[in-house]
Each structure stands twice: as structure tokens, then as C-alpha cells.
């Protein structure tokens, strides 16, 4: 079955930084593009950051374009979002997810706050 474990998240102040983890098993994680959403109290789930199979090409939502980076560790089966520069509208829950494969994990709490 498709698990994803979501971790690295916590309080920082604006301006921090994080780096968020995702580990992954279930699945061949190498041949699957991996996705970072983001869900904030009352707003519907966002995609954050995605990037191909080999890590060669990823695309960020302008919200967090030049602040965040998504990578990925095939050999480990591991998907990370280093987190730059972070505002309060940043705090969500971020969960990572395989294209076209079903579940979501529990995700990890990020708070940016004073």
C-alpha cells in the first residue's frame, strides 16, 4: 500500500526557514512524479511544488516561487521541500503525493508566526 510520512515541519518565525521531508514506500517512487500541497485552516488544499521522475524539472506556485525548492532522493524514496524565507500565509499543513496514485498521508505542520 502507498504510504507517505510527512516530516520537518514546526514554528519558525517570518523570514525562517524549514526543510520538510517525505518518505515514501508502497510504490516505485522513482517512475512517479511527486507533488507538494499545502492545506490551510478553511482553504481548500493547494498545490505547492511538483517535479518530474528525475528530479530534473520542477514547477512552484507563484505564492512560493524563488523561496521554495522541491527535490527529490530516488535511491532513498524520499521527496524534500526546502522552505526559504517564510511569511504567516505559509502556515498550512503540507502533505507530499504521488501523480495519479490515491491516498494522503497526515502531513506536517508548519506555523510561521511571531
Known amino acids: 500500500q502507498v504510504r507517505l510520512v510527512e516530516s520537518g515541519g514546526g514554528l519558525v518565525q517570518p523570514g525562517g526557514s524549514l526543510r520538510l521531508s517525505c518518505a515514501a514506500s508502497?510504490?516505485?517512487?522513482?517512475?512517479?512524479?511527486m507533488r507538494w500541497y499545502r492545506q490551510a485552516p478553511g482553504k481548500e488544499r493547494e498545490l505547492v511544488a511538483s517535479?518530474?521522475?528525475?528530479?530534473?524539472?520542477?514547477h512552484y506556485a507563484d505564492s512560493v516561487k524563488g523561496r521554495f525548492t522541491i527535490s527529490r532522493d530516488n535511491a532513498k524514496s524520499t521527496l524534500y521541500l526546502q522552505m526559504n524565507s517564510l511569511k504567516p500565509d505559509d502556515t498550512a499543513v503540507y502533505y507530499c503525493?504521488?501523480?495519479?496514485?490515491?491516498?494522503w498521508g497526515q502531513g506536517t505542520q508548519v506555523t510561521v508566526s511571531l
Open positions: 503525493h504521488a501523480e495519479g496514485l490515491g491516498g
Open positions: 517535479i518530474i521522475t528525475t528530479g530534473t524539472t520542477a
Open positions: 508502497g510504490f516505485t517512487f522513482s517512475r512517479s512524479e
